[in-house]
């Protein structure tokens, strides 16, 4: 009796196109990252100034005109102004309105005053020395996030607090699936003008 042999090589093909047919998918595709203008460019009024823009231009972005990238994508900022990028990731079951409420609790708290006395407001939402005045009240200097920053939810800040007239682009490190807040780290801009936004990070790919 005859046997019928399927050369391997040719066999390949047929395999592959069998494993696409039954939905197995061929492989993740490209990731995909995002820009934005982090402060309106040059000298403007604060309810201009202090905003995040599409990097393309167009009107200020909010918590309803997210950013889409793919899990593994990455920010970048282009900086203008007295700004740092803060990005908050939202919990298991969290919306973007109770991340908000959240947030703007955050904002309203009273810290310990490192010199003794009464507690005095925060100034800015994490990092280092978080009740110092933004620009032009104090110089340039590195920060990072804390570990209590991390443990409310921020998985990312610029490495260097808000100076005046900062114009150096920073980039995020790969995000991981899933909805984030970008906000400015300074009190007063993420209130007084609401300058946030969202990232909705697709799954695609590794985890990051």
């Given at each position: 009796m005859r046997r019928l042999l399927i050369p391997i090589m040719a066999a390949v093909p047929i395999l592959v196109a069998a494993a696409t047919a039954w939905g197995v998918p061929p492989g993740a595709?490209?990731?995909?990252?995002?820009?934005?203008?982090?402060g309106a460019v040059g000298n403007q009024a604060p309810a201009i100034e202090d905003k995040i823009y599409p990097a393309n231009g167009g009107a200020a972005?909010?918590?309803l005109t997210p950013l889409p990238i793919t899990a593994g994508g990455t920010?970048?900022?282009?900086?203008d102004g007295p700004h740092q990028p803060l990005v908050y990731r939202l919990q298991d079951g969290e919306?973007?309105?109770q991340a908000i409420d959240r947030l703007n609790l955050r904002a309203g708290e009273a810290l310990p005053n490192p010199s003794g006395g009464a507690p005095v407001p925060r100034r800015r939402m994490a990092g280092q020395d978080p009740f110092l005045a933004p620009?032009?009240?104090?110089?340039?200097?590195?920060d990072?996030?804390?570990?209590?920053?991390?443990?409310?939810g921020f998985r990312y800040l610029s490495d260097v607090k808000a100076v005046a007239n900062n114009?150096?682009?920073n980039t995020s490190p790969p995000l991981g699936a899933g909805t984030y807040i970008l906000l400015c780290n300074v009190k007063a801009h993420y209130l007084g003008q609401?300058?946030?936004?969202?990232?909705?990070?697709?799954?695609?790919?590794?985890p990051a």
């Open positions: 595709a490209d990731k995909v990252d995002g820009s934005v203008q982090f972005m909010t918590e920010v970048t900022f282009n900086l919306s973007v309105s620009p032009p009240a104090t110089a340039s200097a590195s990072k996030l804390t570990s209590a920053d991390r443990d409310f114009v150096t682009p609401l300058m946030r936004t969202t990232i909705a990070v697709a799954p695609n790919g590794p």
